[in-house]
């Protein structure tokens, strides 16, 4: 591919995978707007769950011109393998202090590679001894940073010549992202994070470089990045939540009628939206959503036992999900059977069709609960996978002081719940609200998130070099 034409305005995009495009396409327009000359580097490949966003990037590369992609990071260097082993560790013991609680789970993923007897009696030695568990983490720090930049990476940004280094999320297991940043800074390239969702600062892993900019939507994760990743506060820059811009002002592309038409389903009764989760949150979901039809055609309210069920796959965990999965259950339908990501008009129709057309949303923990809320439905929690709820700080967002999602102890105290949902649509609209104001816009007659984005990118671009440290800051001051 073609080298950029102005490298003082180029601006290399580091994304994990494909999979991250979605939520970035607002962000990439703006920039092909601003004449940045963009290129999308992607670290490695998502396997049955990155085609979408393949395709979507070869479709903004098309229209927007100043946009281009590659699959493939360079090769590893010498340094990786030990730095790797390093940052895992430091990743693993993160999970044994607040606010992670047990944290079994995400120990677990954090060093998934050890058999699951070890990792258990790995965390039964390390459960009762704090002191152990800081002077090791403090020890893979220090020996990490003795390992010095990899001099393959600072040649490769040489080669390319970038304004500016974004990258996405940089707290992925066993991501090199944190390597990038280091050799981007001993350069003088302007580094930025932009956290790519709501859940990535408190359940996957730490940012093991510090970036000059880290980009986030809200203040909750303003905090979480101090508190929990260490990031410098005056680093910090919140913009508004740039993967939902297009849900505001949506409306449905036709009626309920025709939309439960093309569903075989009745317009004529309540209809209840659930969304499946990863399967990470929710890995054997089917029988759960079976057993909670059952129930809710048990129900005593008869809005509820009668209601439209329409199920919509995680596209991620679509396996599961074919046309016929609960063909054996009445009025219900499951769309789109396997799942969708909703990355062109189609698609996204069918999604914002899904939600503004059901009069309640029910699911474990997925950032579909968010959209319900910017649509202003009521959005409920079905109270199985517990470990998956009240274990990760994320979830714990939804339902606080500004949290808009119906929480209940047991299936019983779920089916009420639908019951009050179904009989006063406008219960819960004002916490909806307040959740939206404070979680996912800007703030007033601030530019779009997106907009906001590219003039962060803008100041990197524009101002000298600076060398330093990954751990220091010497930009941070720039419109903190």
Same mark, same amino acid.
């Given at each position: 591919?073609?080298? #950029?034409?102005?490298?003082? !305005?180029? +601006?290399?995009?580091?994304?994990?995978? #494909?999979?991250?495009?979605?939520?970035? %396409?607002p962000v990439l327009r703006a920039l092909a707007g601003r004449g940045a000359d963009t290129t999308v580097l992607f670290e490695e490949r998502k396997p049955g769950g990155d085609d979408a966003g393949l395709e979507l990037i070869a479709r903004l590369c098309e229209e927007l011109g100043p946009v281009r992609y590659e699959l493939l990071a360079p090769p590893l260097g010498t340094r990786a393998r030990p730095r790797r082993l390093l940052e895992a560790g430091q990743d693993y013991l993160r999970y044994f202090d607040p606010p992670y609680g047990d944290g079994t789970r995400l120990r677990a993923r954090a060093i998934a590679s050890l058999p699951a007897w070890l990792e258990r009696a790995l965390a039964f030695v390390l459960r009762r001894s704090p002191r152990t568990r800081r002077v090791l983490a403090a020890t893979a720090r220090r020996i990490n940073a003795r390992l010095g930049n990899d001099p393959q990476l600072r040649r490769e940004l040489e080669r390319r010549g970038p304004g500016a280094l974004i990258v996405t999320p940089m707290v992925h297991f066993r991501s090199r992202q944190g390597d990038w940043v280091r050799a981007a800074r001993e350069l003088g390239i302007g580094t930025m994070l932009c956290v790519h969702s709501w859940d990535n600062l408190t359940n996957k892993g730490l940012m093991h470089a510090r970036p000059d900019r880290v980009v986030v939507w809200n203040e909750a994760q303003r905090r979480e990045a101090v508190d929990l990743q260490g990031a410098a506060p005056d680093s910090i820059v919140v913009t508004g939540a740039w993967p939902y811009e297009h849900w505001h002002g949506w409306r449905p592309s036709g009626s309920r009628a025709e939309f439960c038409g093309r569903l075989g389903l009745p317009a004529e009764r309540a209809m209840i939206l659930y969304v499946c989760s990863s399967r990470f949150i929710a890995e054997h979901e089917r029988p759960v959503v079976a057993r909670w039809v059952r129930a809710l055609r048990s129900a005593a309210d008869e809005r509820v036992a009668t209601a439209n069920i329409v199920v919509r796959p995680h596209p991620l965990n679509g396996d599961e999900w074919g046309a016929g999965s609960l063909a054996d259950l009445p009025? +219900?339908? *499951?769309? #789109? #059977?396997?799942?969708? %990501?909703? +990355?062109? =008009?189609?698609?996204?129709? =069918?999604?914002? =069709?899904?939600?503004?057309?059901?009069?309640? *949303? +029910?699911?474990v923990n997925t950032s579909a609960l968010i959209e319900s809320a910017i649509i202003d439905r009521p959005a409920l929690a079905l109270p199985d996978f517990r470990?998956?709820?009240?274990?990760?700080?994320?979830? !714990?967002?939804?339902? /606080?002081?500004? /949290?808009m999602l119906a929480v209940s102890a047991s299936l019983g105290e779920h089916v009420a719940q639908l019951s009050v949902a179904l009989a006063d649509p406008e219960r819960g609209a004002a916490a909806r609200r307040r959740f939206v104001e404070s979680f996912i816009r800007p703030a007033a007659g601030a530019p779009s998130p997106a907009e906001r984005v590219v003039e962060l990118v803008d100041e990197l671009l524009d101002s000298p070099p600076v060398t330093g440290p990954a751990g220091a800051h010497p930009r941070a001051r720039m419109h903190a």
């Open positions: 591919m073609s080298a #950029p034409s102005d490298r003082r !305005r180029a +601006v290399l995009f580091l994304m994990h995978s #494909p999979a991250y495009v979605r939520n970035f %396409e009025g +219900v339908a *499951v769309f #789109p #059977p396997g799942g969708a %990501e909703p +990355v062109d =008009d189609a698609s996204r129709t =069918d999604y914002f =069709d899904s939600i503004s057309h059901a009069d309640a *949303v +029910v699911g470990s998956s709820q009240e274990e990760l700080p994320h979830f !714990r967002l939804l339902v /606080g002081e500004l /949290g």
